[in-house]
């Protein structure tokens, strides 16, 4: 064995190793990014005992030796004989674990289910300090795929001393561990988004839990007016409104969409007021120009020297090619030298949408964004996610930001996709829109739908679709205190 390990935690350094395995046991070596919190080394799982009898391999004299050698927190099986073989015989400081498999498969010592088994608790307190259980033991799924009430599982095991850890949890690590019996810890393939949410329910800025998918078509649409009242009450950081196809609403649909958005905003003394940010954003430059005698807004995408701000896709800002990062462009550092605020959008939570690099951790790509690329802020349809201390540049990381193309550079070269073709060369009438024509009366009882005039500028083509004039309810995680 080398002393690195020894060195690394004299220098105040945590230690991460990632799944070590061998034959019939994994250890793998736990982290917290805290340096004051004591490395954790985790042992899981030893099993099999009789396969590897049967072939001349004494299971229980391996794993005792392995925990003479080294300090090994916590030892865990599935089966109570091998449990009950070590029992008595490791050190005080290694803990004993009972792991419950699914509810119908047979322990292989007792020949009996494992939701037989752990039922008698008095049982397992004489060979085990605690028990590691599938999330189904604690919070079960009913039939229609949504959560049951909760077992006393917990509870019932904590009356007779007995320890508990949940393994496997993904998004659900607040139902475990944010209530009155809560697990004493879990066991994950994911640290980073343990970690997170941990760190959430100590954090000030709080958290929210998803809600029920079954109320999905539940309630209304609501109005603008009614949204921004929302808005107020909730106290969010802000809002964004994005106005699109205001020049065909006017002309074809006699719609001043422009008209109708900056009255509600007034109504709600949003024009008003300085708490709250406000956000214009369209692709039309004569649509921000609308509000440029408002100084408690901010135009976004309007480029001339007195935008406030722009908000850019997330690829503008990292370049990412087949799921993987390829690098990092110049844009927002070139925006900032301009006195720009710039914000990135739309980071999501899926793992569709996320590159390989951020390892399936929505919380990895924010902390790239805020900590690496050194945007002002994200544009998000999960404010709860975007809530991650991750997402405050002043807050030293715990979960550290994923580096572009570092895992590209793992790939062979032949397998990595043909180099993109650069850019053509930004023009003036690229970017300028001629001024908002003025709005038609249009004869509502009319059926026949116009088609769409082709769009002013070479720059973006406006989508047909007046429904996507609705303002967009975002919630951005931002820091203004610099702005």
């Known amino acids: 064995?080398?002393?690195?390990?020894?060195?690394?935690?004299?220098?105040?350094?945590?230690?991460?190793?990632?799944?070590?395995?061998?034959?019939?046991?994994?250890?793998?070596?736990?982290?917290?990014?805290?340096?004051?919190?004591?490395?954790?080394?985790?042992?899981?799982?030893?099993?099999?005992?009789?396969?590897?009898?049967?072939?001349?391999?004494?299971?229980?004299?391996?794993?005792?030796?392995?925990?003479?050698?080294?300090?090994?927190?916590?030892?865990?099986?599935?089966?109570?004989?091998?449990?009950?073989?070590?029992?008595?015989?490791?050190?005080?400081?290694?803990?004993?674990?009972?792991?419950?498999?699914?509810?119908?498969?047979?322990e292989p010592t007792t020949k009996q289910p494992y939701d037989t088994i752990v039922k008698d608790f008095a049982a397992i307190k004489s060979y085990a300090s605690g028990i590691m259980v599938p999330k189904e033991y604690i919070w079960p799924v009913k039939s229609d795929k949504y959560l049951g009430n909760s077992t006393t599982l917990v509870s019932d095991a904590h009356k007779l001393g007995l320890e508990v850890y949940n393994y496997d949890p993904t998004t659900e690590y607040l139902q475990y561990i944010e209530k009155e019996e809560s697990v004493d810890g879990v066991v994950t393939d994911f640290a980073p988004t343990a970690s997170n949410a941990i760190a959430q329910i100590i954090s000030p800025l709080g958290n929210d839990f998803p809600r029920n998918p079954a109320n999905k078509n539940s309630g209304k649409f609501v109005t603008l007016s009614e949204f921004l009242e929302l808005a107020k009450a909730k106290a969010v950081t802000?809002?964004?409104?994005?106005?699109?196809?205001?020049?065909?609403?006017?002309?074809?649909?006699?719609?001043?969409?422009?008209?109708?958005?900056?009255?509600?905003?007034?109504?709600?003394?949003?024009?008003?007021?300085?708490?709250?940010?406000?956000?214009?954003?369209?692709?039309?430059?004569?649509?921000?120009?609308?509000?440029?005698?408002?100084?408690?807004?901010?135009?976004?995408?309007?480029?001339?020297?007195?935008?406030?701000?722009v908000n850019l896709p997330k690829t503008?800002?990292?370049?990412?090619?087949?799921?993987?990062?390829?690098?990092?462009?110049?844009?927002?550092?070139?925006?900032?030298?301009?006195?720009?605020?710039?914000?990135?959008?739309?980071?999501?939570?899926?793992?569709?949408?996320?590159?390989?690099?951020?390892?399936?951790?929505?919380?990895?790509?924010?902390?790239?964004?805020?900590?690496?690329?050194?945007?002002?802020?994200?544009?998000?349809?999960?404010?709860?996610?975007?809530?991650?201390?991750?997402?405050?540049?002043?807050?030293?990381?715990?979960?550290?930001p994923a580096s572009p193309g570092e895992l590209q550079g793992t790939i062979a070269p032949?397998?990595?996709?043909?180099?993109?073709?650069?850019?053509?060369?930004?023009?003036?009438?690229?970017?300028?829109d001629p001024p908002l024509p003025a709005v038609t009366n249009v004869n509502r009882t009319n059926s026949s739908v116009a088609p769409a005039p082709p769009h002013p500028s070479g720059a973006w083509a406006n989508v047909v679709n007046p429904s996507l004039s609705l303002v967009a309810m975002v919630m951005f995680a931002t820091l203004f205190v610099s702005h």
């Open 238 to 309: 802000g809002i964004l409104v994005n106005i699109k196809n205001a020049a065909y609403l006017a002309s074809k649909k006699g719609l001043d969409i422009v008209g109708v958005v900056s009255t509600a905003l007034s109504n709600a003394t949003f024009d008003k007021q300085a708490t709250q940010q406000v956000l214009i954003q369209s692709d039309d430059s004569s649509v921000l120009s609308k509000y440029k005698d408002i100084p408690s807004y901010k135009r976004v995408l309007l480029v001339d020297e007195k935008i406030e701000a």
């Open 316 to 400: 503008s800002v990292i370049k990412a090619s087949n799921s993987l990062l390829t690098g990092m462009t110049n844009v927002v550092k070139e925006l900032k030298d301009a006195n720009l605020t710039v914000f990135v959008h739309a980071l999501r939570n899926e793992y569709i949408s996320l590159a390989f690099d951020y390892w399936s951790d929505p919380n990895v790509e924010i902390a790239t964004y805020i900590h690496s690329a050194k945007v002002d802020g994200i544009v998000t349809d999960f404010p709860a996610t975007a809530r991650s201390p991750c997402s405050d540049p002043n807050h030293v990381p715990t979960i550290l």
């Open 1 to 106: 064995m080398t002393n690195v390990v020894k060195e690394l935690k004299d220098a105040n350094l945590t230690v991460f190793v990632h799944t070590l395995r061998n034959e019939y046991i994994s250890l793998a070596f736990d982290y917290w990014s805290d340096p004051n919190v004591e490395i954790a080394t985790y042992m899981h799982s030893a099993k099999y005992e009789a396969f590897y009898n049967q072939h001349g391999v004494k299971l229980v004299d391996n794993v005792l030796e392995i925990l003479r050698l080294y300090q090994i927190d916590f030892v865990s099986s599935p089966e109570i004989g091998f449990l009950k073989s070590i029992n008595g015989k490791v050190k005080k400081e290694t803990k004993v674990i009972f792991k419950l498999l699914s509810a119908k498969d047979v």
């Open 414 to 432: 032949e397998l990595l996709p043909p180099a993109e073709a650069p850019l053509p060369p930004l023009e003036a009438a690229d970017v300028v």
